[in-house]
């Protein structure tokens, strides 16, 4: 299964918004809600930030927000702060009993 | 507190072997579904290996399928995964994560074991 396509950067200033996309296909984003976002800081293991789409495990905060539009799930970050500045991977069930990563997205807080 | 500690990663030459282990403390392995997920120096996160809580249910990503093993000791309340046949392309830090909602939605993640596969 190839992996889901994340554009290479994004950004905002301290107090704004930035979106990351995660386009996959019908077989795997477009079919499941088990869509899933990661924050690695460098030298750093991931962290699950939303799952299933759109749900925040315990402690992290609303701040972080996910949705999914046919094959095409993202990540909103409000309020960004300077520790939002890493790397953010989404993920997705691709059916036949595997999982799928996206291309990952940097995150920089101007 | 729940944790991962992931050991046994270290320098092989390819067509070697390797054992990982990964310790889980502050929850029961066997009742929940865990995984290991593979990040090639600078490059992004692969998931590799499925095995869940009563071990009936194994999937293993194309790129490793036939070459590693996973598995799990519930004694040792610990993972592993056997890597043989290796490969230059298997050169990575490798993690454990668990897999608590059952929707491949990875929490948490040990701190990994690199494994490097050179001549």
């Known amino acids: 299964q190839s992996a889901l396509t994340q554009p290479p950067s994004a950004s905002g200033s301290p107090g704004q918004s930035v979106t990351i996309s995660c386009t996959g296909t019908s077989s795997d984003v477009g079919t499941y809600n088990f869509v899933s976002w990661y924050q690695q800081h460098p030298g750093k293991a991931p962290k699950l930030m939303i799952y299933e789409v759109n749900k925040r495990p315990s402690g992290v905060p609303d701040r972080f927000s996910g949705s999914k539009s046919g094959n095409t799930a993202s990540l909103t970050v409000s309020g960004l702060q300077a520790e939002d500045e890493a790397d953010y991977y989404c993920s997705s069930y691709a059916g036949n009993n595997k999982s799928v990563f996206g291309t990952g997205t940097t995150v920089t807080v101007l | 507190e729940v944790q991962l500690v992931e050991s046994g990663g270290g320098l092989v030459k390819p067509g070697g072997s390797l054992r990982l282990s990964c310790a889980a403390s502050?929850?029961?392995?066997?009742?929940?579904?865990m995984n290991w997920v593979r990040q090639a120096p600078g490059k992004g996160l692969e998931w590799v290996s499925y095995i869940d809580g009563s071990a009936n249910y194994i999937y293993y990503g194309d790129s490793v399928k036939g070459r590693f093993t996973i598995s799990r000791d519930d004694a040792k309340n610990s993972l592993y995964l056997q890597m043989n046949s290796l490969r230059a392309e298997d050169t990575a830090m490798y993690y454990c994560?668990?897999?608590?909602?059952?929707?491949?939605?990875?929490?948490?993640w040990g701190q990994g074991t690199l494994v490097t596969v050179s001549s």
């Open positions: 994560a668990r897999d608590p909602y059952l929707s491949f939605g990875f929490d948490p």
């Open positions: 502050g929850f029961t392995l066997s009742r929940y579904s």
